[in-house]
């Protein structure tokens, strides 16, 4: 069983761009999966809320629904202080599949040999890295 780990910019598509995450990972995942969530993703999500202004705010609250509704897997310590995207390289290796956007990090993912999931054309999700 594979865990898709979703980074926080990766929740806030399904807002932004009208697209349903979870429906196409299931279209582009021919395996069993998992999704999960790192903890310290909903602090950041949380702070987006609380301190952005406008489109950004308005997802990110929309993803903390969507994390609640959809009761993602939870991964990570929550004391843990270091940056989602360390704790994400941090991580087995071994099944792990990361959706993000971040450009750094996927450059990060893919020198680790990791697949990634990315919204392409702001309309459908691709596996990339095979």
């Not at 806030?12 to 069993?32: A, G, H, N, T």
């Not at 941090?90 to 956007?101: E, F, P």
């Amino acid at each position: 069983m594979k865990k898709i780990i979703l980074d926080t910019n990766f929740l806030l598509i399904p807002y932004i761009f009208k697209v349903d995450i979870f429906s196409e990972i299931d279209r582009v995942s021919s395996f069993k999966y998992d999704i999960c969530i790192i903890n310290r993703t909903i602090d950041e999500l949380e702070r987006i809320a609380e301190k952005q202004k406008g489109k950004n705010k308005e997802a990110a609250k929309f993803a903390l629904k969507l994390i609640k509704q959809k009761s993602l897997k939870r991964i990570g310590k929550i004391q843990d202080t270091r940056d989602v995207d360390d704790i994400i390289l941090d991580l087995d290796k071994t099944n792990l599949i990361v959706a993000t956007q971040d450009k750094a990090l996927k450059k990060r993912l893919r020198q680790n040999k990791i697949l990634v999931i990315v919204l392409r054309q702001k309309k459908y999700l691709m596996i990339v890295g095979m």
